[in-house]
């Protein structure tokens, strides 16, 4: 009886955890318009790309976020069902919790391989008028 509880236990424990998704796709799988990189707005960052899909269907792949005490990566996953349209993605890194990673710069891309690569940051906060 004390092994079916401790099985029944763990089984509830590990039914309500999920990990995240691995990367599984390399970023130079795809031909980009505009290749991932930070944009910094004033206090604001965000992560964005453009994926070049014209006259193909491309399978949209949303990216995922993982940390570490160091770095924040960004990865693509597995495909969803619908196409990329080629259409600019932008994505607030406040949404993921990672900006003070951006304000540190050490957000990167993340491959299958373990590849790492430094994401860019543009700054496009414009000077006040005057």
Same mark, same amino acid.
């Given at each position: &009886?004390? $092994?079916?509880l401790k099985v029944l236990v763990a089984s509830l424990g590990l039914a309500g955890c999920h990990s995240l998704p691995r990367p599984a796709v390399p970023l130079r799988y !795809?031909? /980009?318009? #505009? =290749? =991932? +990189?930070?944009v910094r707005r004033g206090? #604001? /960052? !965000?992560?964005? /790309?453009q994926i070049d899909a014209r006259?193909? &269907? *491309?399978? !949209? +792949?949303p990216p995922h976020v993982r940390t570490t005490p160091a770095k924040? +990566? /960004?990865y693509f996953g597995v495909p *969803?069902?619908?196409?990329? =349209?080629g259409d600019v993605h932008e994505r607030s890194l406040a949404r993921d919790g990672i900006t003070d990673y951006a $304000? $540190?710069?050490a957000v990167y891309w993340l491959d299958p391989n373990g590849? #790492?690569? +430094?994401l860019e940051i543009v700054d496009e906060t414009r000077p006040a008028n005057r």
């Open positions: &009886m004390k $092994r079916w !795809f031909d /980009y318009i #505009e =290749p =991932p +990189h930070i206090a #604001e /960052y !965000f992560l964005r /790309y006259g193909r &269907m *491309v399978n !949209f +792949h924040a +990566h /960004y *969803v069902s619908a196409n990329d =349209p $304000r $540190r710069d590849t #790492e690569t +430094h």
